[in-house]
């Protein structure tokens, strides 16, 4: 059996699904919740903004994360290099674009327009 390509969701793609939003709601089951993944910078964000104990275990409980290690880091500090200067890319934003460059696969965000001109980074839909 092969596995399901994973979908690495940015923090506002999450958000969005706790809310309810339909559109997000419909795109996360189309993609599937076994393949649905978060960066770790993802989940701390959504841990940092918690309005309580029971949506803190919800996100600890929900959430396919992948974490930083080495490739990561590699490609981290190359977009940093890159792009920081020039575009303003954020720590946050290049850490949670890295690992979907370091795990090659597509990221799935609402703001299309931080990640636009990240060479190597591969838009979901």
């Known amino acids: 059996m092969e596995k399901e390509p994973l979908v690495l969701c940015d923090t506002n793609i999450i958000i969005e699904f706790y809310k309810g939003n339909p559109v997000i709601v419909d795109s996360l089951k189309s993609i599937g919740q076994q393949a ?28 396919k994360v992948l974490d930083i290690d080495k490739q990561v880091c590699d ?22 674009a890295a690992t979907a460059i370091a795990h090659d696969i597509p990221m799935y ?11 190597g980074l591969k838009p979901w839909k």
Not at 75 to 96: C, K, R, W
Not at 109 to 119: A, E, M, V
Request: glycine fraction near 4%; avoid cysteine; charge should be positive.
């Open 36 to 63: 649905i993944a978060v960066s770790i910078v993802t989940s701390g964000e959504l841990i940092y903004g918690a309005l309580n104990k029971k949506e803190l275990s919800r996100i600890k409980k929900d959430l």
């Open 75 to 96: 490609q981290f500090i190359e977009l940093m290099t890159t792009y920081s200067l020039s575009h303003n890319l954020g720590v946050p934003d290049a850490f949670i």
């Open 109 to 119: 965000t609402l703001n299309k327009r931080d990640f636009k001109y990240i060479q």
